[in-house]
């Protein structure tokens, strides 16, 4: 059974960060292209960040590109986002997702396996 499973939510103040872990378990996290995805309250999926099959490409949203950095452990089966200068706008629930293939640099109308969320609240 595989489970996608993230930790490391929480709340903290504007300027503040976090590190965002997601653990896999019955498959590996090279197998395809591991993403961060968010939802805000009231508003739809976005796509936050990804890396490559290999682990030799990242991608970042717009918003978030110089101040998240997502990594991959895989000896681990691990994959991390650290996030650094929150802003409120970056508020919601944060999910890890595996891409069918290696699309690692916009959001899909499906993934093949998708966590649970951890949610992070960037308020003062």
């Known amino acids: 059974q595989v489970q996608l499973v993230e930790s490391g939510g929480g709340a903290v103040q504007p300027g503040g960060s976090l590190r965002l872990s997601c653990a896999a378990s019955?498959?590996?996290?090279?197998?395809?292209?591991m993403n961060w995805i968010r939802q805000a309250p009231g508003k739809g999926l976005e796509w936050v960040s990804g890396?490559?099959?290999?682990?030799?490409?990242?991608s970042y949203a717009d918003s978030v590109r110089g101040r998240f950095t997502i990594s991959r452990d895989n000896a681990k089966n691990m994959v991390y986002l650290q996030m650094n200068n929150l802003s409120p706008e970056d508020s919601g629930v944060y999910f890890c997702?595996?891409?069918?293939?290696?699309?690692?640099?916009?959001?899909?109308?499906?993934?093949?396996?998708r966590g649970q969320g951890t949610r992070v609240t960037v308020s003062s």
């Open positions: 997702a595996m891409a069918r293939g290696d699309v690692h640099y916009r959001l899909l109308d499906e993934y093949q396996y």
């Open positions: 890396i490559s099959k290999s682990g030799g490409g990242t």
């Open positions: 019955g498959v590996a996290v090279n197998k395809n292209a």
